[in-house]
């Protein structure tokens, strides 16, 4: 589906759907393994332009859907994008890889220097002017109020976020190990290509998101010293998967604790069985008005599902995992 239009979305109108195709085609880049990357080059151009043109914009309240891909933040935005104040960028990380290179730890754009914790020291005066120029006049040629940015890797970047963007919304979404560990393998597994000698998948192009996580997080933390002794290059998907939902939920959680007026939680789970009372919620800490097509798609589009079984795992990542299933109250 181009710019993810489905066809229950496209029965909420024209413009809705304009959105989301200038969205898709004009700010957000193709990344590694999806087709369209002949497009990169002209959406560089046109980004670089705006990020340019003289002025110092700041968008209002942008909002940021953070967490674990394939964890809802897909379709969490698709619903939100559906309030008429709001326009969903789908992972532009073209255009924040244009505005600090550190930002791409997959691999997309920067062949090196990704970084996954970044601090707001990290944050420099150059690439606020750019991200709030380019946030600000994707706002006026779309004729919308309130960017709305999915990137889930920004969960472990809350204090950088803040520091470019300080009015900036954070949702972390979360979703049970379970269906979390199982959608992250069954993805890498399908959406994988072969380029060459290299692989690229859902642990970037030729594994350099895989390589962060390991040399950034897994071998430096202390709360993950029993996983460092494990071979990490051998792990299969479903154990790299289930490492990668523990890291992220953990950080997550940690988020929460240091910034509780600034990051709002959902669980999936509780937003597919009572999606009304969910979004109210969320909008409200969105600052957003209530929304008769976000909660009439959100009822379409969402789905409760049967809960998958545990995945089979490395004894010290399994014990690792039940203690993160604990903690976020599964």
Not at 121 to 128: F, G, Q, R
Not at 170 to 196: E, L, M, P, T, Y
Request: one cysteine or more; charged letters at 25%.
């Amino acid at each position: 589906m181009i710019g993810q239009l489905d066809k229950i979305y496209l029965t909420f109108g024209k413009r809705n759907a304009f959105h989301r195709l200038v969205s898709y085609f004009f700010f957000e880049g193709r990344p590694h393994t999806t087709r369209g990357q002949f497009l990169n080059p002209f959406v560089k151009t046109f980004l670089n332009l705006l990020a340019e043109l003289p002025g110092s914009p700041s968008p209002d309240r942008p909002i940021y859907i953070t967490g674990l891909g394939r964890s809802g933040t897909t379709v969490l935005g698709k619903i939100l994008s559906l309030h008429k104040d709001v326009g969903f960028l789908n992972e532009p990380k073209l255009m924040w890889s244009l505005a600090d290179p550190q930002t791409d730890v997959c691999g997309d754009y920067v062949d090196s220097s990704g970084r996954f914790m970044l601090n707001p020291d990290d944050a420099h005066a150059e690439t606020k002017l750019k991200i709030g120029r380019v946030l600000s006049r994707y706002a006026f040629l779309t004729g919308i109020k309130r960017p709305l940015d999915k990137y889930p890797e920004f969960i472990f970047r809350v204090g950088y976020l803040k520091s470019i963007l300080p009015t900036s919304k954070i949702v972390f979404i979360s979703r049970n190990g379970n269906d979390a560990v199982a959608s992250v393998a069954h993805w890498s597994q399908d959406k994988g290509v072969v380029v060459g000698e290299r692989t690229d998948d859902w642990w970037g192009r030729g594994d350099i998101k895989w390589t962060y996580l390991c040399d950034q997080i897994f071998t430096v933390l202390p709360e993950y010293s029993d996983v460092a002794k494990l071979d990490l290059n051998k792990l299969d998907h479903v154990n790299r998967a289930a490492l990668e939902w523990i890291v992220t939920m953990r950080q997550g959680i940690e988020t929460l604790n240091s910034w509780p007026n600034d990051v709002y939680h959902i669980k999936y789970e509780d937003l597919v069985r009572e999606p009304a009372i969910e979004l109210e919620k969320l909008l409200r800490a969105c600052e957003l008005a209530p929304s008769d097509d976000v909660l009439a798609y959100s009822q379409k589009a969402l789905k409760v599902r049967e809960r998958k079984a545990k995945p089979e795992l490395e004894e010290t990542i399994s014990q690792l995992f039940d203690e993160t299933m604990s903690m976020l109250g599964y």
